[in-house]
């Protein structure tokens, strides 16, 4: 399966690259597939995202996928963010061949792990937010 113009689209000119000075949720996951990594920064202003950009050691499907999720979150509230799914945003994309699959995981862990930094630097537990998001290190990536 070849990729579509859309995956194309956002892996040569991916959206929101970088970092953010003074981030108010940072978070780095590692995809125990293929080793990749990808960390993602998020500023939160009244609970919702009014920036975020992303940084990964990953390959194009990773680009693409992490791309298109910072489109969707950006200016959305958390609790809109924590529900995007990894297969939304391949529907967004018109898809990924299946063996592409994991690497759309990386994004939504991202995103997820950059939330319950932002809680945890608020003083407040993020697991009844968030869930458990696996460390970097526990994955064995590196
Ligand atoms: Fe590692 Fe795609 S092969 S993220």
Redo the contacts with the bound molecule.
């Keep these: 399966m070849a990729y579509s113009e859309k995956v194309m689209d956002h892996f040569a000119n991916p959206r929101n690259v970088g970092e953010i000075e003074n981030a108010d949720g940072i978070g780095e996951v590692g995809?125990s597939?293929?080793?990749?990594i990808m960390k993602m920064y998020i500023k939160v202003e009244d609970d919702v995202i009014t920036d975020v950009k992303f940084k990964?050691f990953?390959?194009?499907?990773?680009i693409a996928t992490s791309s298109m999720a910072t489109e969707m979150i950006k200016g959305k509230s958390i609790g809109d963010a924590l529900k995007l799914t990894n297969k939304a945003v391949m529907e967004a994309l018109d898809g990924l061949p299946p063996v592409?699959v994991?690497?759309s995981v990386?994004a939504e862990q991202a995103i997820k792990a950059a939330i319950s930094d932002y809680y945890t630097k608020k003083g407040i537990d993020p697991e009844p937010f968030v869930g458990k998001v696996p460390e970097c290190d526990e994955c064995g990536c590196h």
């Design positions: 995809n597939k293929c080793g990749d990964t990953g390959c194009g499907a990773a592409k994991h690497c990386l």
